[in-house]
């Protein structure tokens, strides 16, 4: 029997398309009817509408929870996106990389834009983060919280991100007059 089939899933509240022809399935068992082709043209991260399966009962596990699918799905359908203000660190976090992940373009503005408020009390995440995803104005407003961190802590930085900053760091260290150009 299939691993999927397993456990008993439940159905979203808000994604429960009677029309829909995929469903996903949350790590924590959601069930998500959604439609493909919102998926295609809302994201790079699924394929195709004409490209996978047509059988409607077709159901995609994703590692995500239903709480991060719950906001991204409201991303890929045309309606006035949620706001994220309310979401703790965490939860913005792992939507930030599901948004990613799948290429949700507008939740990966949103994310960009609501992670700014957390940049004094988890700089050194969110630059692995803004590394990892090439947020380069991100990385640059850290560079002036972040002048005084040890280079060690630095180093898993991609070195396309940490050679700049080294040199910034030590041309303009006792001087914040000059921008970092990560460019």
Known sequence: MDELNLKKSRTSKCFNAHDADIIIRSSDNVDFYV???NLEFSTGGFPPANLTSSNSNEVVALSES??????MFQFVYPKRYPALHKLNFEALMLLAEAAEKY?????????????????????LTILDFAARHD????????????????????????STIFKPWVCWTTDCYMSFSNPINLT
């Open 103 to 123: 290429e949700v373009f507008a939740l990966i503005n949103s994310c960009e834009f609501y992670l700014r408020n957390f940049l004094n009390q988890h700089s």
């Open 135 to 158: 947020y380069r104005s991100i990385v640059e407003e850290l560079a002036m919280i972040l002048v005084d961190t040890p280079m060690t802590d630095l180093f898993d930085l991609p």
């Open 35 to 37: 439609h493909k082709k």
């Open 66 to 71: 239903a709480a991060t699918l719950e906001i």
